[in-house]
């Protein structure tokens, strides 16, 4: 079993449409969370991190993530033809242990004008 | 512009070139970090520098030889590499390991 999963895709919605992209975990140690945006021919970015339980808003984009059922998921309000990316999930355990990224596969987005 | 710049961005060699991929980050970071990027699989750590010092390899074949000069500059010696070996290769740097990391754009690597 990975210890990452995420749906690879492809995802298509038209322009306008809410979009849900989700990753599920199996390590409990797992506390910090983040979404990276990856468009062709260019290196990921980082778009959104969280600490723990809860939700975290930034313009269009909301990320939220449930510990207790070990699931992580990244809102897209208005989604834009611009959003049309690879987005991946990346998490890690505590910082001090120096822990490493653990990422997700990736799902492949695409939003149609 | 993420501050990890990566040179070359496109890179043909046959299987018995030699060839160097190139890592500079212009963030004052003390970790860097080499990935590849398959299509259809997670980024796959190759491996991780923290202040100069290699600090893991995750069972990469020898025909990878990476050299960590300074904190700033990262390079990915290249040999006798396979087919399989083509992929994106991204590096990555970080404050210090284990902390957010911000790559480069990558270096599009076909192995003919």
């Known amino acids: 079993q990975k210890e990452v999963e995420q749906d690879p895709g492809p995802l298509s919605v038209p322009e306008g449409a809410i979009v849900s992209l989700n990753c599920t975990y199996s390590?409990?140690?797992?506390?910090?969370f983040m979404w990276y945006r990856q468009y062709s021919r260019k290196g990921p970015e980082l778009l959104m991190y969280?600490?723990?339980?809860g939700n975290k808003e930034d313009g269009r984009f909301t990320a939220q993530v449930d510990k207790s059922s070990k699931y992580i998921s990244l809102f897209i309000r208005d989604s834009q033809p611009s959003d049309s990316a690879t987005y991946l999930c990346?998490?890690?355990?505590?910082?001090?242990?120096?822990?490493?990224?653990?990422f997700g596969e990736g799902t492949q987005l695409t939003v149609n004008p | 512009e993420t501050g990890v710049t990566q040179t070359p961005r496109h890179l043909v060699m046959g299987m018995t070139n030699k060839k160097s991929l190139k890592c500079e980050q212009h963030?004052?970071?003390?970790?860097m970090y080499w990935y590849k990027q398959s299509a259809k699989k997670p980024l796959e750590l190759m491996f991780v520098?923290?202040?100069?010092?290699?600090?893991e390899n995750n069972s990469v074949p020898s025909r990878f030889s990476p050299e960590c000069p300074n904190s700033s500059h990262l390079f990915l010696h290249l040999h006798t590499l396979q087919p399989e070996d083509s992929a994106l290769y991204l590096c990555?740097?970080?404050?210090?390991?284990?902390?957010?990391?911000?790559f480069g754009a990558g270096t599009r690597l076909s192995v003919l």
């Open positions: 990555a740097s970080s404050q210090d390991f284990g902390e957010l990391e911000y």
């Open positions: 390590n409990s140690a797992f506390q910090y």
């Open positions: 969280t600490y723990s339980s």
């Open positions: 990346a998490m890690s355990g505590e910082e001090t242990s120096g822990s490493r990224l653990t």
């Open positions: 963030l004052g970071h003390n970790a």
């Open positions: 520098y923290n202040f100069k010092e290699q600090t």
